[in-house]
């Protein structure tokens, strides 16, 4: 009787055991379908410089105090999987009007199928977004990307139509891992029209070992008319709170449109960008992100001011040239030889759970400008974000950030994840 007593009580824990460690592995599994993306609304008011020369281009003689802008956009992402193969898609809608303009957009930012045969091989052939490099606010390694908003540098971006294979092999030695990438893209007016200028078909490889804590990636780039590209990046921890990066890009025969004399002269030489910056969580648990690029042949302070003054002139001839100038390259963000980065970033600010805080530094050193922003993300709701964004920029006459056309704003953000 004891015995059996014994034997019931032994199989009933076992069996409340088992039922403590059983797990539904269909949750595990991942599922052949997914279906996500989110939508925004964005109301944004700008203070107008009257001053500024970016002011007097977009309004001439009509410049308003302020400006209201108001944006929407919807991101739906999608994602089948079968066999050894995947087929992902991203398409992106958008809204905007201001003052200035209306506009609207639709857009197939990926669109892509991928097979991996083995473990250790990826083919990808369509529209896809890939992400070189390991600089936060810029990317001057992204030989086959389009360039980040260093305003926004987390945005979602429009990928290229390519044809891409990927190899990875983990090792017991000093490398703990390496891995390779080959990427062909064509070129046309109806196909990835502004990768290049004059191209047919983009080749491109990517080189990347992992040896003991330090990334270090190669990259390569060759156009139909033998223009080359090089670069190198690396990522490495210096403690467990202290990591250090790098890129570095050297890029052969790059047009750069110059105004001299009055005339716009597109000059051909080659390239280098530099970027070095850190990454350091202190003991309050802010997040510090330190950058600088360097672009030694970017536009000068002289160079700059010239198209400046000409943004300013009361001349009807001089605004038009003015215009044509920022459109070939003049009014492009970052176009200085020199610019740096700081972001402070804090989780549970003020310790309200789900508010985070940042604040962050463009800052120009040749001309002294700088633009400052101060951000609070709070999540509310679950799949629910409320964004609020101000921005304060100062300068000098004909300085990088004196001569914006707005030199203070708020935006307010909500964003719905589905």
């Known amino acids: 009787m004891r015995f059996s007593l014994a034997l019931l009580i032994a199989l009933t824990a076992f069996n409340s055991q088992a039922e403590d460690f059983s797990f539904d592995l269909q949750a ?29 281009l977009s309004f001439r003689d009509q410049t ?3 400006l209201q802008r108001y944006y929407g956009e919807l991101e739906l992402n999608g994602l089948y999987r079968f066999d050894n193969s995947l087929i992902s898609f991203r398409g992106l809608g958008s809204y905007q009007h201001d003052t200035l303009q209306t506009l609207s957009n639709r857009t197939i930012q990926e669109l892509y199928w991928q097979l991996q045969p083995t473990t250790s091989w990826q083919f990808d052939i369509g529209k896809k977004a890939v992400k070189w490099g390991k600089g936060y606010a810029w990317n001057p390694v992204g030989f086959i990307e389009r360039p980040k908003n260093p305003d926004d540098p987390e945005v979602n971006r429009e990928g290229y139509v390519m044809l891409g294979s ?6 017991n030695g000093p490398i703990r891992n390496i891995s390779g990438g080959l990427y062909a893209l064509p070129r046309s007016e109806a196909v990835n029209s502004d990768l290049t200028d004059s191209d047919t078909l983009l080749m491109a490889a990517k080189l990347s070992l992992l040896i003991d804590m330090t990334d270090l990636d190669f990259y390569l780039s060759r156009s139909s008319t033998n ?9 490495s921890n210096l403690s467990s709170n202290l990591e250090v990066h790098g890129d570095f890009a050297w890029r052969e025969a790059v047009e750069r449109p110059l105004l001299v004399d009055n005339v716009i002269q597109n000059q051909r030489d080659a390239q280098f960008q530099s970027l070095i910056g850190l990454r350091y969580l202190d003991s309050r648990e802010i997040t510090w992100i330190l950058e600088w690029l360097h672009q030694p042949q970017a536009y000068s302070t002289d160079e700059m001011r010239t198209f400046y003054q000409l943004a300013s002139s009361e001349d009807l001839n001089d605004l038009q040239l003015a215009q044509q100038a920022r459109t070939a390259g003049y009014g492009l963000s970052n176009v200085g030889r020199n610019s740096l980065y700081l972001r402070a970033s804090l989780k549970d600010w003020w310790d309200i759970v789900y508010l985070n805080a940042a604040l962050t530094l463009f800052y120009n050193p040749e001309d002294h400008s700088s633009a400052v922003t101060p951000e609070w993300v709070y999540t509310p709701l679950k799949n629910h974000e409320l964004r609020f964004r101000a921005g304060f920029l100062q300068g000098s006459r004909w300085s990088e950030y004196g001569e914006k056309l707005s030199d203070r704003k708020i935006e307010l953000r909500w964003r719905w994840y589905f």
């Not at 052949?32 to 500024?52: C, I, K, M, R, S």
């Not at 990927?166 to 090792?171: A, D, I, M, P």
């Open 227 to 235: 223009k080359n590209a090089l670069g190198v990046s690396f990522a």
């Open 28 to 56: 595990y599994q991942k599922k052949p379908y997914e279906f996500f993306g989110h939508a925004d609304l964005t109301a944004t008011h700008l203070q107008v410089d009257e001053n500024a020369a970016l002011s007097r």
């Open 64 to 66: 308003p105090e302020d």
């Open 166 to 171: 990927e190899w990875t092999h983990s090792l």
